[in-house]
């Protein structure tokens, strides 16, 4: 099979990212003739605010140049992860105009939210869900605390909406987690266009040994992240366990403040992936303490991998991930001493995590290794191209004329 992903990489590399380089490597690993397209945020600093508003809602530039890859190396099927904000729906037209079949991983909810993660004011809020143009986020400043930038948002929800991008030009969507998927149906996308295939990885990192004397949180230090509820948690009872917290981000100087001498906090900063995976092996369990709709972190995967268990919030897809009392632990979204009750509950219990140890690799093997991984990836393209056939047949691509 031939297939070309494509993604709009972000300013800080983070789960998106990571899955994309998976599935690829997968695909390749597997014989599969991969072609890649690539834009990266950090190009929005070129670009004025005119031009990136309309790059957002229109990009002829993808279009053309995605075009001319498309007729050069005319794969079967076109995988996009993220297009936002300079590749945009454009591309699913350039691929469609060439009877490519096109899938979309659901990486985000930023087709039924400005912000992507239904949070405002650090708090679950889902006003945009369903509206054709999601005025509320405008109103908000949801995206980047910004009317301006947020109404550019709804601008391009609200065009592709009216033009039936969303409905008529992708032919399958994969959705992380049942939770997600029926996010995405309630928004308004097809039902039968949506299928659910979670992450995975396409390298096992090897089994830990859990020997380390501390709890690690790995990942972006941002409110929707629930690092304050985190920090809080920890500041009574650093002194029983202590936390290490590798990553950066907006609340970097609030974490470096709270990691002070005999707190039991260290924060390592943003760390190579491997030192990562080498602190998740020798970690008890990781801690996930999010206060919005989790879609599916590929921190999960990789420490269940490792044989890491899970101490995570119980909001959004993180219960359909996480089996509590199997694989992890979940306490209430938001609850700081919820937080530090089970993680101390579980720290002292050894017995009970050797069994989640084992658990939680046994997950990884069954779901999320590269053997259980790669089946639904191919599966998906077999219905895209089904579907994409079937679309050929039956009624025009488009009726959006494009030059």
Same mark, same amino acid.
Not at 75 to 91: G, M, Q, R, W, Y
Not at 107 to 118: E, G, K, M, Y
Not at 204 to 228: C, H, T, V, W
């Given at each position: 099979?031939?297939?070309?992903?494509?993604?709009?990489?972000?300013?800080?590399?983070?789960?998106?990212?990571?899955?994309?380089?998976?599935?690829?490597?997968?695909? =390749?690993?597997?014989?599969?003739?991969?072609?890649?397209?690539?834009?990266?945020?950090?190009?929005?600093?070129?670009?004025?605010?005119?031009?990136?508003?309309?790059?957002?809602? +229109?990009?002829?530039?993808?279009?053309?140049?995605?075009?001319?890859?498309?007729?050069?190396?005319?794969?079967?099927?076109?995988?996009?992860?993220?297009?936002?904000?300079?590749?945009?729906?454009?591309?699913?037209?350039?691929?469609?105009?060439?009877? %490519?079949? %096109?899938?979309?991983?659901?990486?985000?909810?930023?087709?039924?939210?400005?912000?992507?993660?239904?949070?405002?004011?650090?708090?679950?809020?889902?006003?945009?869900?369903?509206?054709?143009?999601?005025?509320?986020?405008?109103?908000?400043?949801?995206?980047?605390?910004?009317?301006?930038?947020?109404?550019?948002?709804?601008?391009?929800?609200?065009?592709? =909406? %009216?033009?039936?991008? +969303?409905?008529?030009?992708?032919?399958?969507?994969?959705?992380?987690?049942?939770?997600?998927?029926?996010?995405?149906?309630?928004?308004?996308?097809?039902?039968?266009? %949506?299928?659910?295939?979670?992450?995975?990885?396409?390298?096992?990192?090897?089994?830990?040994?859990?020997?380390?004397?501390?709890?690690?949180?790995?990942?972006?230090?941002?409110?929707?992240?629930?690092?304050?509820?985190?920090?809080?948690? +920890?500041?009574?009872?650093?002194?029983?366990?202590?936390?290490?917290?590798?990553?950066?981000?907006?609340?970097?100087?609030?974490?470096?403040?709270?990691?002070?001498?005999?707190?039991?906090?260290? +924060?390592?900063?943003?760390?190579?992936?491997?030192?990562?995976?080498?602190?998740?092996?020798?970690?008890?369990?990781?801690?996930?303490?999010?206060?919005?709709?989790?879609?599916?972190?590929?921190?999960?995967?990789?420490?269940?991998?490792?044989?890491?268990?899970?101490?995570?919030?119980?909001?959004?897809?993180?219960?359909?991930?996480?089996?509590?009392?199997?694989?992890?632990?979940?306490?209430?979204?938001?609850?700081?001493?919820?937080?530090?009750?089970?993680?101390?509950?579980?720290?002292?219990?050894?017995?009970?995590?050797?069994?989640?140890?084992?658990?939680?690799?046994?997950?990884?093997?069954?779901?999320?290794?590269?053997?259980?991984?790669?089946?639904?990836?191919?599966?998906?393209?077999?219905?895209?191209?089904?579907?994409?056939?079937?679309?050929?047949?039956?009624?025009?691509?488009?009726?959006?004329?494009?030059?």
């Amino acid at each position: 099979m031939k297939v070309l992903v494509a993604h709009n990489a972000y300013q800080r590399t983070g789960g998106e990212d990571a899955v994309f380089r998976n599935e690829t490597q997968l695909l =390749r690993e597997h014989g599969h003739e991969v072609f890649e397209y690539h834009d990266d945020n950090r190009r929005i600093s070129e670009l004025g605010k005119v031009r990136l508003g309309i790059e957002t809602l +229109w990009s002829r530039s993808s279009y053309e140049k995605l075009s001319a890859l498309l007729a050069d190396c005319r794969p079967d099927v076109a995988h996009f992860h993220n297009t936002f904000p300079l590749i945009s729906p454009s591309a699913y037209y350039a691929a469609r105009k060439r009877g %490519v079949a %096109v899938v979309q991983t659901l990486h985000n909810f930023r087709l039924l939210c400005p912000n992507a993660i239904f949070l405002r004011n650090g708090r679950v809020c889902e006003d945009c869900l369903g509206k054709t143009v999601p005025f509320p986020g405008v109103v908000h400043g949801c995206y980047r605390g910004s009317r301006i930038n947020s109404a550019g948002v709804a601008a391009m929800l609200g065009m592709h =909406r %009216v033009l039936g991008t +969303w409905n008529n030009q992708v032919d399958l969507y994969i959705a992380l987690s049942e939770f997600s998927r029926n996010k995405f149906i309630q928004g308004g996308l097809p039902a039968e266009k %949506v299928m659910v295939k979670p992450n995975g990885l396409a390298e096992d990192p090897g089994q830990g040994s859990g020997d380390g004397n501390f709890a690690l949180y790995a990942g972006r230090l941002s409110p929707e992240k629930g690092i304050a509820v985190l920090l809080s948690a +920890w500041n009574k009872i650093g002194l029983e366990l202590p936390l290490k917290i590798a990553g950066d981000g907006p609340q970097s100087e609030e974490v470096r403040q709270a990691c002070q001498p005999r707190t039991g906090l260290e +924060w390592l900063g943003a760390l190579p992936h491997p030192e990562v995976l080498s602190l998740m092996k020798r970690a008890r369990f990781i801690v996930i303490p999010s206060i919005c709709y989790e879609n599916f972190p590929a921190v999960v995967v990789e420490a269940f991998a490792t044989g890491t268990p899970v101490v995570a919030s119980n909001i959004g897809a993180l219960p359909s991930i996480v089996d509590d009392g199997r694989t992890g632990m979940l306490f209430g979204p938001g609850d700081a001493s919820d937080l530090g009750a089970k993680a101390l509950a579980l720290a002292s219990d050894p017995d009970r995590l050797a069994t989640m140890r084992r658990q939680s690799r046994i997950e990884f093997e069954k779901r999320y290794s590269p053997s259980a991984s790669y089946p639904p990836l191919i599966e998906a393209y077999g219905r895209a191209i089904r579907a994409a056939r079937s679309s050929a047949l039956n009624k025009p691509v488009s009726s959006l004329t494009v030059s």
